[in-house]
């Protein structure tokens, strides 16, 4: 089974804080992304990666930043946190073409 | 920009009936895909779907696509408390390997 694995279920972070959500897969996937979740917009794409050091924009990146040093490990950084990126944020994996993504449980953060 | 939209974007409908979610992109494609969620939880794989007019059922679901209208639907027979969830399509470009998703239909099934 494909394992997908966030650090971190809930996080409260304050205003301006520099934040870092980790992402980690077992199964040895080219593709991962980063997807905010907010109700009645759906998923929406932050940033993905194709490869390691490789890393394309979203559809909102604006605000997010993104590190992949390692192919199992994908990083989304809040650089300067505030009020909205309160979000769920979901981690995502994916081998090539014709096979699904597959999520992680998920970090919910507020940010005060 | 591709754009995938559900309707509707809520459900509530009484066990034991039949009803459609529909899933309209904007682009072409012929690779959708399906998803559930559980409030609370993460995004769980439901049906691929890799070509025009390509069917796929599990259980009280059945989904299907229309490349040529872009349109996939996600059809419920019977329907049971326990499919009570969030439903997500996804539309794949062959960009990159990125997914688009629609807003998600949430599914309410009453007693």
């Not at chain 1, 980690?24 to 907010?38: A, C, G, I, L």
């Not at chain 2, 259980?59 to 209208?69: F, V």
């Not at chain 2, 629609?102 to 599914?107: A, F, I, N, S, Y």
Request: charged share 25%; proline share 2%; aromatic share 12%.
């Amino acid at each position: 089974d494909v394992k997908v694995t966030q650090s971190s279920r809930y996080l409260v972070k304050r205003t301006g804080e520099k934040v870092f959500l980790e992402c980690v897969q077992d199964m040895d996937h080219e593709n991962m992304f980063w997807y905010r979740q907010d109700p009645g917009l759906g998923l929406r794409l932050i940033y993905f990666s194709y490869d390691v050091k490789m890393k394309e924009k979203g559809d909102i990146p604006e605000g997010y930043s993104v590190s992949r040093e390692k192919k199992e490990r994908f990083s989304l950084i809040l650089e300067s946190a505030s009020t909205n990126q309160t979000s769920m944020y979901l981690c995502a994996t994916r081998g090539w073409v014709d096979t699904e993504a597959f999520f992680g449980q998920g970090t919910r953060l507020t940010v005060v | 920009e591709l754009k995938v939209e559900q309707n509707p974007l809520f459900l509530s409908m009484q066990e034991g009936k039949n009803y459609t979610i529909y899933c309209n992109y904007s682009t072409t494609s012929d690779r959708l895909y399906w998803y559930r969620q559980d409030p609370g939880k993460s995004l769980e794989s439901l049906f691929v779907l890799l070509s025009n007019g390509a069917v796929k059922q599990e259980g009280r679901l059945m989904a299907s696509l229309d490349t040529k209208a872009r349109l996939s639907t996600l059809h419920i027979t019977a329907a049971v408390h326990d499919l009570s969830a969030t439903y997500f399509c996804a539309v794949d470009t062959g960009a990159a390997s990125k997914l688009t998703f629609g807003t998600g239909t949430r599914l309410q099934v009453t007693l």
